[in-house]
């Protein structure tokens, strides 16, 4: 069988535990606790592929053939029926035999890999589930994920490993720098901020990205809170963050710029209006556009998981991930030999000649989560990946909505990939990046209010499976 044919049938088996566990959660009586139990029990035993154990993987998806075809054939129908929703008629016939048959298989497969694995290896494996998170671009709009970051805390629900892009990737480097969420000190990092910090209209030297009308200068606005020091420009890498994080950013083939590297820094730059304005939006979209139609151009650059990226400094890959062509430039120009190295290395190795924002092709980068968890990066196989998505598709700002629907093409290939995707409908607008107390506030208030809904189903899935067999079944 293909590696893509696997991908696919275990995404499927994965997305048929979540179906199941939101039916029993829209209508309580459908399954008791140790039926639901059993149901979940035989479709995470039949997803699995390898069982860690003391540093070594153990495959057991060819032992288990059989076992995941019945699964498969027995469940699939009764929970994805075209014809009516999850009802209990359609799994009671089958709950006392996958029970028999679950019972059975796990003891065949422990005493099969006894002297491989423990049996507490493989019960880890079915019964636990990692939550992993991935935080889409959308500039101000982000700050929503504040309060739904927080609401996972309260719950002791904590991820193993966080993916982002843009501003997503900011919030995720603010999650991911310490083992948990403390959302008064992320709030008041926020509010030491400024526009002078972050921002500034100066011509400089361009190096690894496009030339705009505005530098970011990420390590002065936030550095000290990743131990960039005046004395010594170096910070946290992306390998030494406690969670486990990759970036998505955008490469542009090399010599395949649509336009000089002056058009782009004259771009936004000429307007009466600050480079930051909806009056020039018309113009970011123009030169955003042209990327978009022609795809060819640009390569997906994951910091933290493509080869020879995970010691990559970690502002440095987030600033590249916020670099929107024409309108915000990031560049690492420090004297930083180790940093120089890698990125040439990197774009040398994809032909790039130029990094760009990551939203251009991944903005909310679900399947590159999805596919880390697989290769092993977090231990386990058994993962539930949660999306959150604050440039979702918003009427409310129709100034917005041809970025939205541009986002969303890439964000649209995203989706399958994540096992729930929360679209935020109320969020700040794009260009409240440096946003005061009260619209902080407010993001954290509307991100709790919105994520609150998703949190049940989130905490059931994340909560521990009942044991039901031991080491002989």
């Known amino acids: 069988m293909k590696s893509s044919e696997r991908a696919k049938g275990q995404r499927a088996l994965e997305q048929l535990e979540v ?22 029990t035989a479709l995470s035993l039949a997803r699995l592929s390898v069982v860690p154990w003391q540093g070594v993987e153990h495959r057991v998806a060819p032992f288990l053939a059989a076992y995941r075809a019945e699964v498969e054939r027995r469940l699939g129908p009764a929970i994805t029926s075209a014809l009516a929703p999850v009802a209990r008629p359609l799994l009671l016939p089958h709950l006392r035999d996958l029970e028999l048959r679950t019972k059975e298989t796990i003891a065949a497969l422990s005493s099969h890999f006894a002297d491989r694995f423990p049996f507490d ?173 022609r795809p060819e151009l640009l390569v997906p650059v994951h910091f933290g998981w493509d080869e020879g990226t995970h010691t990559a400094d970690a502002l440095d890959a987030a600033g590249f991930s916020c670099a929107l062509p024409g309108v915000i430039h990031y560049d690492v120009l420090r004297d930083d030999p180790r940093m120089h190295a890698l990125l040439h290395a990197a774009l040398s190795a994809r032909r790039v000649g130029r990094l760009v924002d990551g939203g251009l092709v991944d903005n909310l980068p679900a399947k590159v989560a999805w596919q880390a968890v697989q290769s092993g990066t977090i231990g386990t196989r058994n993962a539930l990946v949660v999306a959150l998505n604050g440039f979702s598709t918003k009427w409310t700002m129709p100034a917005w909505l041809p ?39 407010d993001a954290i208030e509307l991100g709790k209010e919105s994520f609150a809904h998703d949190l049940p189903l989130i905490h059931r899935l994340l909560t521990p499976l009942p044991a039901l067999f031991g080491p002989t079944g």
């Open 403 to 441: 970025l939205m629907r541009l986002a969303e093409l890439n964000v649209k290939k995203n989706r399958p990939w994540a096992h729930v995707v929360h679209d935020f409908d109320r969020t700040l607008g794009p260009l409240d990046i440096v946003p005061n107390v009260e619209r902080l506030i």
């Open 19 to 40: 179906l199941l566990v939101r039916a029993t959660l829209a209508t309580p009586r459908l399954l008791d606790i140790r039926e639901e139990t059993v149901l979940r």
């Open 121 to 293: 290896a493989l019960d880890q494996e079915v019964r636990h589930k990692a939550l992993v998170l991935v935080l889409g671009g959308g500039g101000g709009t982000a700050y929503v994920y504040l309060g739904a970051l927080a609401l996972l805390d309260e719950l002791g629900l904590r991820p193993k490993l966080l993916s982002g892009t843009s501003m997503g990737a900011v919030i995720g480097l603010f999650r991911s720098r310490m083992p948990r969420f403390l959302q008064d000190e992320v709030a008041n990092i926020v509010r030491s901020l400024s526009w002078r910090k972050l921002f500034r209209a100066v011509s400089m030297e361009n190096r690894y990205g496009v030339p705009a009308a505005l530098r970011l200068f990420l390590r002065s606005g936030i550095g000290r809170w990743f131990g960039v020091t005046q004395q010594a420009g170096v910070g946290v890498r992306l390998d030494e963050l406690p969670v486990k994080t990759i970036v998505a950013a955008t490469g542009i083939r090399r010599g395949k710029l649509p336009h000089s590297l002056t058009f782009y820094e004259e771009l936004t730059r000429a307007a009466p209006d600050s480079p930051l304005s909806l009056k020039v939006l018309p113009r970011w979209l123009g030169a955003i556009a042209e990327f978009v139609a």
